[in-house]
């Protein structure tokens, strides 16, 4: 499509452009959570004014809407051949509040499960939803701008740039472009332009952490030796909890789990969300663990977000939104973990 000029929803008319979505469709977008005031999570908007602008990050990022924690995949009998269920939910829904971070994870994951063969539950639910970004104000933790998607816009179909009084509103695609005729807006002019050019000026300048080399080198720097010391000391603080892959946008590493009925008559095979650096998830039949020692899984995680996939698919599979460094419970650092490593591969040069 051609890029048509972006509109203007004033504060006043934005909760009724809300209003008219949601009588049409599901509309899940960030709220504050009821039991911890001042944390939010993707949820469904029973009312408009649910929605949070303004809020931080979710603890968990929204690529749950499309991937669940846990789903079955079939179920089997004694008597019967499994039958996979391939009747998915096809009703639309919108996914509003994603900030560009987070439309990068989802990008990210786009790609990963477009490979052949397609992965076909992400597929159905990403065809179900029409996305609204919204820009962001960063806290000590992101690192956006040092991996690149501060401004990103795909894979969404409009993007709200907070302003004083409303949303500068940029349209990505046919989709967005017929969400927003259900909204009261109107032309933006040069000062609103030039509104969103200060927001995102002034977020740039809150990104603190940064890298001491471009994010293109770490893929060189984790292939040279001499790392293993970094992998260590990380290590010995680590917990192997977890939590920095189950809060990761761009994690996709899954398990299997047949649930066996008492009487072994039959039962469901379940895919659930994995976390490489758990004990036992290199562990084989045989019983060696191809990953058993901590540094290993510390190390094999760097690895598979900055190495790996960045061959693969030509990008960090990092979105800077530092989830893993806010949710780790030893307070290891993403972006102090990088320095370490850039250092410890200068001195080894
Ligand atoms: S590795 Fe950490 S900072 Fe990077 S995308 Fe995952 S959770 Fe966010
Ligand atoms: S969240 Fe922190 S402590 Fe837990 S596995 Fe990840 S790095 Fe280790």
Redesign the pocket.
């Known amino acids: 499509m051609t890029a048509p000029e972006n509109r203007v929803i004033p504060a006043s008319n934005f909760t009724r452009f809300l209003e008219a979505i949601m009588a049409e469709q599901p509309v899940i977008g960030p709220r504050e959570r009821p039991d911890q005031p001042g944390f939010y999570r993707f949820g469904r908007l029973a009312r408009a004014e649910d929605f949070a602008p303004d809020y931080g990050t979710t603890t968990v990022p929204p690529k749950k809407t499309f991937a669940a924690l846990r789903e079955k995949l079939f179920s089997f009998t004694l008597d019967s051949p499994p039958e996979l269920d391939l009747h998915f939910d096809s009703s639309p829904f919108v996914l509003l509040g994603i900030h560009p971070c987070d439309l990068s994870g989802i990008d990210a994951l786009d790609h990963a499960y477009s490979q052949p063969p397609a992965e076909v539950r992400w597929t159905a639910n990403r065809r179900r939803a029409s996305l609204i970004g919204l820009d962001c104000r960063p806290d000590s933790y992101c690192f956006c701008t040092q991996v690149g998607t501060e401004s990103n816009r795909n894979p969404c179909d409009l993007f709200l740039t907070p302003m004083e009084d409303g949303y500068l509103v940029e349209v990505h695609s046919d989709a967005g472009a017929a969400l927003l005729e259900k909204a009261d807006t109107r032309k933006a002019g040069e000062e609103d332009e030039a509104a969103a050019e200060q927001w995102r000026r002034e977020k740039a300048a809150g990104i603190v952490p940064e890298f001491d080399a471009p994010v293109e080198k770490i893929a060189d720097i984790l292939e040279v030796g001499g790392l293993t010391p970094v992998w260590k000391e990380t290590a010995d603080r680590?917990?192997?909890?977890?939590?920095?892959?189950t809060t990761c946008p761009t994690c996709f590493c899954f398990d299997m789990v047949d649930d066996i009925e008492p009487d072994l008559s039959g039962g469901a095979r379940y895919r659930t969300w994995d976390s490489c650096?758990l004990l036992d998830f290199a562990l084989v039949a045989s019983g060696h663990n191809f990953r058993g020692e901590r540094w290993q899984r510390?190390r094999h995680r760097w690895q598979r977000k900055f190495l790996y996939l960045y061959r693969q698919f030509d990008r960090p599979y990092c979105t800077g939104c530092g989830r893993?460094s806010r949710?780790?419970?030893?307070d290891?650092n993403l972006v102090d973990v990088a320095n370490r490593l850039i250092a410890a591969a200068q001195k080894e040069a």
């Open positions: 680590c917990y192997s909890c977890g939590s920095c892959n650096q510390v893993c949710a780790c419970t030893a290891i």
